[in-house]
């Protein structure tokens, strides 16, 4: 890959004066600090196109854009929002959006507004895998929701990056009416909505009023560990203890432990 063009040129003016002063190991050692420096540019500028990718597609989403949203994703591209179960390649990217929320092109008295939030962005070692933990808040026709992504990316051979895996379980999701404080959703299960999924949900979790703790793709910035997975009782705050509501939601619950791999089907 071509050096940017001023690292290109501070190489050249400092490689051409240590040269003609004689000091070979000088311009060895300059010529690795600009290596480094550029390998450095390289990712700040990859970090900044798989954020900008992830913007895009909420952009995309708020007048349902769906032939161009679908360009975003990798050909063999997975796609699980809320718990409806993944869906698998671009195409079935695209089937979703379509038979979900109707045909390209943005409808009078039709509102779903993506708004996205929080973005943590990283790249591999190598620089061809990237990942992204973000909020979205989503405002639509049927209510409120909050989606927590946890996203991954590939860098194709033609240097663009792509969606790979888009995985948005939802922490909360409720009507107009009373909002989350009366109306929320416990779950959003595939037989809630269509259409069915390609295999069936990643991991099973409960919304608000229940709670669920995303894994994090990255460990503590500070301490370099990784965050223990939540092992709590999924469902164990979804109603007043001792009723049957929350007998029935903490037993759902209980079929997460925090340690299913986010895009794979669950384990026999």
């Known amino acids: 890959m071509a050096r940017p063009a001023l690292a290109t040129a501070l190489a050249g003016a400092l490689l051409s004066g240590l040269l003609a002063s004689g000091t070979q190991a000088s311009a060895d050692t300059a010529a690795q600090r600009l290596d480094g420096l550029e390998s450095r540019i390289t990712r700040l500028e990859d970090l900044n196109q798989i954020e900008r990718l992830q913007r895009t597609y909420g952009y995309f989403v708020d007048k349902a854009q769906w032939s161009q949203l679908a360009e975003l994703f990798t050909d063999d591209a997975t796609l699980e929002i809320g718990g409806k179960g993944l869906f698998t390649g ?16 943005a409808k009078e008295g039709v509102l779903i507004n993506h708004m996205q939030f929080e973005p943590v962005p990283d790249i591999s070692a190598d620089g061809t895998e990237g990942w992204i933990r973000s909020r979205a808040f989503v ?36 009507g107009w009416e009373d909002g989350w404080v009366k109306n929320a ?33 990255y460990p503590n910035p500070v301490t370099g560990r990784a965050f223990p997975p939540e092992r709590g009782n999924v469902g164990a705050y979804a109603a007043p203890p001792g009723t049957e509501l929350q007998r029935k939601y903490l037993a759902t619950g209980q079929l997460a432990d925090g340690t299913q791999p986010i895009a794979e089907p669950p384990h026999d």
């Open 90 to 105: 671009k195409d079935r990217v695209l089937a979703y959006m379509q038979l979900s929320f109707g045909k390209d092109g």
């Open 139 to 174: 405002m639509a026709n049927g209510g409120w929701g909050l989606p927590l992504y946890e996203n991954e990316y590939r860098k194709g051979t033609d240097g663009k990056w792509r969606i790979s895996r888009l995985t948005g379980p939802f922490t909360m999701y409720a």
């Open 185 to 217: 959703t416990p779950n959003t299960w595939p037989d809630k909505f269509g259409p069915p999924p390609d295999l069936p949900p990643s991991i099973v979790y409960l919304t608000y009023p229940a709670y669920f703790v995303i894994p994090f793709h």
